[in-house]
């Protein structure tokens, strides 16, 4: 009977310092952007990129987020790349799975390229992860971004801005 009492009482002790140490990573974990660059890239300058583009829209095998699909394509030449680089710091003591960057759209944009490979982030490391639209020619860089990243399988989102 003592035995058992015994190996009670270290098991809820087990179990609280194991649930004390995760809600001090999750109280801890700090994740920033520290700086965002934007760079625009005239549609007309990427070649056959852009015409090859258009085309999986058109026939719907575009893989991205299609914020509106134009009834008619315009020239090249009235498009822009938006390339947007964040700087993301993990201050944790754990390592980020995955990092996504979603552009919260403005009225002249027409679509967010797909990211092919997986952003990630060890403990207490900083890393660069891009974004990229296409919009029209004459729209201005500022942008709401919205940082979506995991730790252990938990989602946690922050909102930053490029601009003013």
């Given at each position: 009977?003592?035995?058992?009492?015994?190996?009670t009482i270290?098991?809820?002790?087990?179990?609280l310092?194991m649930l004390l140490?995760?809600?001090?990573?999750?109280?801890?974990?700090?994740?920033?952007?520290?700086?965002?660059s934007a760079?625009?890239?005239p549609a007309?300058?990427?070649?056959?990129?852009?015409h090859?583009l258009t085309?999986t829209?058109?026939?719907?095998?575009?893989?991205g987020t299609?914020y509106?699909?134009?009834?008619?394509?315009k020239?090249a030449?009235?498009?822009?790349?938006?390339?947007?680089?964040?700087s993301i710091t993990?201050n944790?003591l754990?390592?980020i799975d995955m990092?996504?960057v979603q552009?919260?759209p403005?009225?002249?944009d027409?679509?967010?390229l797909?990211?092919s490979?997986?952003?990630?982030?060890?403990?207490?490391?900083?890393?660069?992860?891009p974004?990229?639209?296409l919009?029209?020619?004459?729209s201005?860089?500022v942008?709401?971004?919205?940082v979506?990243y995991y730790v252990w399988?938990?989602?946690f989102t922050?909102?930053?801005?490029y601009?003013?």
């Amino acid at each position: 009977m003592r035995a058992l009492k015994i190996i009670t009482i270290v098991a809820v002790s087990m179990l609280l310092v194991m649930l004390l140490m995760v809600g001090y990573l999750f109280t801890t974990a700090e994740v920033v952007v520290t700086d965002i660059s934007a760079q625009g890239i005239p549609a007309v300058n990427a070649g056959d990129t852009f015409h090859t583009l258009t085309s999986t829209v058109d026939d719907g095998t575009f893989i991205g987020t299609l914020y509106q699909k134009p009834t008619e394509w315009k020239d090249a030449s009235e498009y822009v790349y938006m390339t947007y680089t964040l700087s993301i710091t993990n201050n944790c003591l754990v390592p980020i799975d995955m990092i996504e960057v979603q552009i919260v759209p403005q009225s002249q944009d027409i679509l967010q390229l797909s990211q092919s490979q997986v952003y990630s982030l060890p403990q207490r490391t900083s890393g660069d992860v891009p974004a990229m639209i296409l919009s029209t020619a004459n729209s201005h860089p500022v942008r709401e971004m919205i940082v979506t990243y995991y730790v252990w399988g938990f989602s946690f989102t922050m909102r930053t801005t490029y601009g003013k």
